[in-house]
């Protein structure tokens, strides 16, 4: 199928603003150059990120370089079995001068946020999020205020197998768009790491080299990107073929074909391509999808993993023909 579409003119300033974004979390980030892409594929997205792995691998430092990399306000929440709900969202307190309740704002009101260990809290701490990652708004005693674009929760979590750690709540997983984990670093970056941050923090050093209206613009370039129908039914397809596994109990939801979409999008922008291309959904299928689905009681017994069947269902759904020129 034949596609003719002018370039948008904004994409080649994506691309190299998005160049100068990756190029200064990897100046704090060594070795790490697919989850710092991912990274930003999320942020064009307009989307979440969940960043899980096992502790002093270097999860918070990539929420942080990506938060200092942008001239933005950005809050950083550290979640601990005591923290309340109130204490992410805001609050309504009594001002005895006015005489009326007055609205403080929490940690959650700024562009980006950063939750640091976000399953040490309870489920009902963690559910506070949900409101506002989903409807980019916060509501507090029946009154509902608006979070300013873009918004973006970071959020570290080590595995559930960790001591103090609660499991996140499903409608929490989903609300993320991409789940990746850091791993080990390579012997050359890790004997790196030692000769940069043996003395001072390569974050201390760090410029923000793009502002929150060049972010903005960048987001609206992304969401011009062509989706074909073929591609759209791809997606669709991916997700069917989850709910149908026998070894799942729970499939990808319609929102997770929509923020695969939403990535696909963003990852054919970076690519310096203004539509999307099976590559992109396949490419991108393992991290958007997997930490949405539950393995059944069988593939548990097997210790299969459900991105060991994303994997498969990849290969086996019939990918369709497209072209575009």
Not at 59 to 87: E, G, H, N, W, Y
């Amino acid at each position: 199928m034949a596609v003719t579409h002018d370039v948008p003119p904004q994409l080649g300033e994506l691309v190299s603003t998005a160049h100068r974004i990756q190029q200064a979390i990897e100046s704090v980030i060594e070795g790490k150059s697919d989850a710092v892409r991912l990274t930003v594929t999320v942020l064009l997205a307009e989307g979440h990120l969940l960043i899980e792995d096992v502790p002093g691998v270097g999860k918070t430092m990539l929420a942080k370089a990506l938060a200092r990399s942008i001239d933005c306000p950005v809050r950083r929440v550290q979640f601990t079995p005591d923290l309340l709900p109130s204490d992410i969202t805001g609050v309504s307190a009594y001002n005895q001068q006015t005489r009326e309740f007055e609205f403080k704002a929490g940690p959650v009101f700024a562009n980006i946020v950063v939750g640091d260990e976000i399953n040490r809290a309870s489920p009902k701490t963690q559910s506070a999020l949900l409101e506002c990652m989903e409807e980019r708004q916060v509501t507090v005693d029946g009154m509902t205020y608006q979070l300013d674009s873009p918004f973006m929760v970071i959020a570290t979590q080590n595995p559930i197998e960790m001591e103090g750690t609660y499991p996140l709540p499903e409608a929490q997983r989903d609300r993320f768009t991409a789940r990746i984990a850091m791993g080990y670093p390579e012997p050359t970056a890790e004997l790196e790491m030692l000769d940069v941050h043996g003395g001072t923090s390569p974050l201390d050093k760090l410029e923000p080299v793009a502002t929150t209206a060049q972010v903005r613009a960048l987001i609206d370039a992304v969401r011009g990107v062509y989706v074909s129908q073929p591609v759209k039914k791809y997606a669709i397809d991916l997700a069917v073929a989850t709910r149908h596994s026998p070894d799942l109990r729970l499939g990808a939801s319609p929102r997770s074909t929509l923020q695969l979409v939403r990535a696909a999008r963003a990852h054919a922008a970076l690519a310096g391509r203004d539509y999307v291309i099976p590559d992109d959904l396949q490419e991108l299928a393992l991290p958007v999808l997997a930490h949405r689905l539950l393995p059944s009681i069988e593939a548990q017994g097997q210790r299969r993993l459900p991105e060991q069947v994303v994997t498969e269902l990849v290969r086996r759904v019939p990918v369709p023909e497209t072209r575009a020129s």
